[in-house]
């Protein structure tokens, strides 16, 4: 990383205009190594601005400076100044432009420096003057942090800790999944001690249901189908399905995780049917990656145990191509 710090010592040598921007449907990760990294730059005296494709739960925004962020659908000609006068765009939490939506092209038009921090595989790196790519880590917000400490611990404000803490404990499914190494739970130390209490702010992320979303996670649940012969769990929503529960952005968030409680099942998968795609959101135990499987049948990626993809058929001829492709695994197959 010796050469990244180099590049980025450069950066922040003298005050500039920095946009930081993020993927599209923003996650508690997306959200909280964004706001983090411009309290950061705000600290070493930096003019920041912060840009998202579109909304981003209401469980996310209590947090520091979230009411900042600019949303590109709702806020376009602000979104579209604050990249056009950028000397330097940091992007969080996506491995390539393509994955940040409508902010694609206008990032994609800028010739100032680019930066790259990110934990997804096979990155775009062409992309990026300089890069902190690490995919062995839990999240976006794990490297912000190790970036912060590089320059200083001082710089750990409260405000900061709460937002990195957010962004590690809801991209590891509140550390269930997608930790490789002790140092996460190393800097979850440091950053609960620095952060407000963690218990508020476990409460403040996955206490906050609606009545609607939890009778829609209810209703998901039972909607469940374990796939015959294989250790499979899939759950299809469509669009009618989830405005009869008054759908909010962030409601199915966690929806995918529930049938990996079954002892039998490998892979769970969540799909729901959007404006104009079908989304699929894909977790599993073990050594099967669903990174490949979504990177190879629906244009998606991710971790190993967590990623997503999506198609632009139907919901019932996505759910069919689904369950098509499990022939290939006999890995998925149940355990007799």
Request: net charge negative; with cysteine; glycine share 6%.
């Amino acid at each position: 990383m010796n050469t990244f710090f180099e590049r980025f010592d450069e950066l922040l040598a003298q005050p500039k205009k920095f946009t930081l921007a993020c993927h599209v449907n923003p996650d508690g990760d997306a959200i909280g190594s964004m706001t983090a990294m411009s309290l950061f730059l705000k600290q070493k005296g930096h003019d920041v601005k912060m840009v998202a494709p579109n909304s981003f739960p209401e469980f996310l925004q209590w947090l520091p400076s979230a009411t900042d962020i600019l949303l590109f659908d709702k806020h376009q000609i602000e979104c579209q100044a604050a990249i056009a006068d950028a000397d330097c765009i940091i992007v969080l939490d996506f491995n390539s432009l393509s994955r940040s939506g409508v902010l694609h092209n206008e990032i994609g038009k800028t010739r100032c420096p680019r930066v790259l921090v990110d934990h997804h595989r096979d990155p775009d790196l062409s992309q990026f003057c300089c890069s902190y790519s690490e995919t062995s880590v839990s999240s976006a917000s794990e490297i912000v942090t190790e970036i912060i400490l590089h320059y200083g611990e001082e710089y750990l404000t409260e405000a900061i800790a709460t937002s990195l803490l957010v962004g590690i404990m809801t991209d590891t499914g509140a550390f269930s999944h997608s930790i490789y190494h002790p140092r996460t739970f190393e800097l979850c130390g440091l950053l609960s001690g620095k952060s407000i209490p963690y218990g508020l702010i476990h409460q403040r992320v996955y206490d906050t249901f609606s009545e609607s979303r939890l009778r829609l996670l209810g209703y998901s649940i039972g909607k469940m189908e374990v796939i015959r012969d294989y250790a499979v769990a899939i759950i299809s929503l469509s669009k009618r399905e989830l405005e009869s529960f008054n759908y909010q952005v962030g409601d199915t968030e966690g929806v995918v995780n529930f049938p990996l409680s079954v002892k039998e099942i490998k892979m769970s998968v969540l799909v729901t049917e959007r404006q104009d795609h079908i989304r699929l959101s894909f977790r599993s135990k073990g050594g099967f990656s669903v990174h490949e499987f979504a990177r190879k049948h629906f244009k998606g990626g991710g971790h190993t145990n967590a990623a997503g993809g999506q198609t632009n058929t139907t919901l019932e001829k996505a759910v069919l191509k689904l369950k098509s492709v499990l022939l290939e695994y006999d890995e998925l197959r149940y355990e007799l």
